[in-house]
């Protein structure tokens, strides 16, 4: 049974930093992309990143670029984001997906096989 299990999420002032962690079980997703996705109160599921399974292919939202870093340790069967330089509009409950079926379909949600259970971030002003 396929598990993705988040974790890393909090509360935290505006400027600050958190890492979120994506402990996959069940099985190997090694050669699969992988990424992050939010959803704040009232709104739609967004797509933040993604990765391909080497590390090398990543993508963000633009509203993140250059303060979020999606990485990966194939070893451990985990996926990160680490959040810097947090903005109230980040807070969220952020989302691990995995198997990517599509890469042209990248930022919508059913384009992910498997999903996680979500972590809280909030970011105060």
């Known amino acids: 049974q396929v598990q993705l299990v988040e974790s890393g999420g909090g509360l935290v002032q505006a400027g600050g930093s958190l890492r979120l962690s994506c402990a996959a079980s069940?099985?190997?997703?090694?050669?699969?992309?992988m990424g992050w996705f939010r959803q704040a109160p009232g709104k739609e599921r967004e797509f933040v990143a993604v990765?391909?399974?080497?590390?090398?292919?990543?993508d963000y939202v633009d509203s993140v670029k250059g303060r979020f870093t999606i990485s990966r340790d194939n070893a451990k069967n985990t996926v990160y984001l680490q959040m810097n330089s947090l903005k109230p509009e980040d807070t969220a409950v952020y989302y691990c997906?995995?198997?990517?079926?599509?890469?042209?379909?990248?930022?919508?949600?059913?384009?992910?096989?498997?999903w996680g259970q979500g972590t809280q971030v909030t970011v105060s002003s």
């Open positions: 997906a995995a198997d990517l079926t599509n890469w042209g379909r990248r930022i919508l949600p059913a384009s992910y096989k498997y």
């Open positions: 069940g099985r190997t997703f090694s050669r699969s992309y």
């Open positions: 990765i391909g399974g080497s590390g090398f292919s990543t």
